[in-house]
């Protein structure tokens, strides 16, 4: 289970796992010490998990309520590889950490990936990015380049009942690239998009806050960007260990 926290109090974990730590049914996932479960239509994550290289524990409880589940579930790829659903592109997040000892709630989402290979086997790189809009609103776009070079857009805006319907792809709006020198890029209406701030900033992956301009109005955004080639290079896959530690169970 990855958990990452910003701001002042910095926190950073991902502790690989083998099969004898995974136990799953319809409800519930547990990865080791921490889980996921869902009650009555909320999904409570336990954290209990410790940072790499320096060994701090994070734990506590997320509550995640989503406004409405969409029920979609969208391929990535030609092939139908990797899968993609944005089961809840508006919810209440409540965050209940005791160590560190933080409170925080606000707007979230929630979505899962799955695929029947490696991501790098299939993919180049992604661009995603989710914003909120008025009248409870969400626009969300994925920007895909498969390993032949090929792109795949998926634009979308749900309502507030869950209810999907696509968009006609933005403009490509280029953004700075990351200290690490990542590339990256967003769609935006004609008066665009800026970096607000820079979350987590990798050789391979960059998370940021963006101000972005969609369907007529401004909003702020969370944005990811991922880059497969630098993340297969075998620097960055022995750097790897030093920051994702490989559990024995």
């Given at each position: 289970m990855n958990v990452s926290l910003y701001g002042r109090t910095r926190r950073w974990a991902m502790?690989?796992?083998?099969?004898?730590?995974?136990?799953?049914?319809?409800?519930?996932?547990?990865?080791?010490?921490?889980?996921?479960?869902?009650?009555?239509?909320?999904?409570?994550?336990?954290?209990?998990?410790?940072?790499?290289?320096?060994?701090?524990?994070?734990?506590?409880?997320?509550?995640?309520?989503?406004?409405?589940?969409?029920?979609?579930?969208?391929?990535?790829?030609?092939?139908?590889?990797?899968?993609?659903?944005?089961?809840?592109?508006?919810?209440?997040?409540?965050?209940?950490?005791?160590?560190?000892?933080?409170?925080?709630?606000?707007?979230?989402?929630?979505?899962?990936?799955?695929?029947?290979?490696?991501?790098?086997?299939?993919?180049?790189?992604?661009?995603?990015?989710?914003a909120p809009l008025s009248q409870d609103r969400t626009a969300i776009l994925y920007d895909v380049t498969d390993r032949r070079g090929d792109a795949r857009e998926v634009a979308l805006q749900v309502d507030r009942a869950g209810r999907t319907t696509a968009l006609e792809a933005a403009a490509k709006v280029r953004l700075p690239r990351t200290r690490w020198r990542l590339p990256r890029h967003t769609r935006a209406d004609a008066t665009g998009a800026h970096v607000v701030r820079t979350l987590q900033d990798s050789p391979f992956y960059a998370r940021s806050v963006l101000h972005t301009n969609l369907l007529g109005e401004p909003a702020e955004a969370m944005h990811e960007s991922l880059d497969l080639d630098r993340f297969a290079a075998p620097l960055t896959q022995a750097m790897l260990p030093f920051r994702i530690p490989r559990a024995l169970s």
């Open positions: 502790t690989e796992r083998g099969p004898g730590s995974l136990q799953r049914d319809a409800q519930h996932l547990a990865i080791g010490p921490s889980s996921l479960r869902w009650h009555d239509g909320v999904l409570d994550i336990e954290i209990r998990e410790r940072c790499c290289p320096l060994p701090r524990g994070v734990r506590g409880r997320v509550r995640i309520r989503p406004q409405a589940l969409t029920g979609q579930r969208i391929p990535l790829d030609a092939a139908g590889l990797h899968r993609w659903s944005p089961m809840a592109p508006r919810a209440t997040v409540e965050v209940a950490l005791d160590q560190p000892e933080l409170r925080w709630t606000g707007d979230g989402y929630l979505d899962s990936n799955d695929g029947d290979g490696p991501l790098e086997a299939s993919f180049r790189r992604w661009d995603w990015c989710r």
